[in-house]
């Protein structure tokens, strides 16, 4: 299985799905606790929308809510973007604090072979959430946990 991970910011659901389709990715993976977006520009990502245009193209969508960090996590960023004076979409990196509070109150409570069993049966697995840059986001968190047993990802 090749890793893969890709953010929503910066596309259009054209890019956005050319690039999966181009990469070959067969099972999209969406980790995000609220499958929703505010505003037009990104309404391709509502869940709902998003699995339509996953569908035509033949790619499976699973979601694994059990990997977003909580709102007790999500509020610990949060805290380090205001004292950071950084916004969501302005981030580069995640805090200390939310890579620590993510790994001890998420991904220790989530048994790793039961995950990678969801995903055996595919080629090649793209892990989404919103950020555009990965260390900007939770999923590099759980590539890296992931890349033990997978091997190296690829961002797209």
Known sequence: MQLFTIGGYGHT?????????????DLFVDIRARR???GRKYSFLNASRLQ?????????????????PSDDVRNAQR???????YTKRSRERLSDTFISEYKSKVLQVVDR?????????????????VESLPNACHRSIVTSWLEEETGPARHL
Request: net charge negative; proline share 0%; charged share 25%.
């Open 113 to 129: 072979s039961e995950v990678l069993s969801l995903l055996a049966d595919f080629d090649c697995v793209c892990l989404f959430c």
């Open 36 to 38: 929703g977006m505010r």
């Open 52 to 68: 339509v245009a996953l569908k035509e193209v033949n790619i499976a969508y699973l979601h694994l809510k059990n990997l977003a």
């Open 79 to 85: 805290m380090a973007d205001a004292e950071s004076d």
């Open 13 to 25: 659901e054209e890019t956005f799905v050319s690039r999966l389709k181009s990469n070959s990715i």
